[in-house]
């Protein structure tokens, strides 16, 4: 179940595997009050091709992503991100559910 805290325990493990990968120059410009949304983390994951662990998954182990098997890691196939958000921030520009719904 969902517990106090969880977005942001989800948040900072998506920042890590995000930073592992891709440039700071790119984080950087989408990071409010030093961290990057999950619903963002999941956009830059789906426009850049980054695999990351599923909620449930990184949430039953404990939000240690070493405990996740990486070859249960996926591409998001959607960001997550609320229409009024996608509005704001734009479309991702991977393949996602939610925003080619919202076209």
């Known amino acids: 179940t969902f517990q106090k805290g969880d977005s ?11 930073h ?23 956009m830059l994951a789906v426009n850049h091709a980054v695999a990351l662990p599923s909620y449930e998954e990184l949430s039953a182990a404990g ?4 405990a996740v098997p990486r070859e249960r890691w ?7 991100r609320f229409v009024k958000k996608i509005a704001e921030e734009g479309l991702c520009t991977g393949p996602c559910r939610r925003c080619a719904s919202v076209t």
């Open 74 to 80: 996926a591409v998001p196939d959607d960001c997550l």
């Open 20 to 42: 592992a990968q891709l440039a700071r120059a790119l984080l950087d410009p989408h990071k409010k009050n030093k961290h990057i949304s999950v619903g963002r983390c999941r």
């Open 8 to 18: 942001n325990r989800c948040r900072n493990a998506y920042e890590k595997v995000l």
């Open 63 to 66: 939000f240690d992503l070493d």
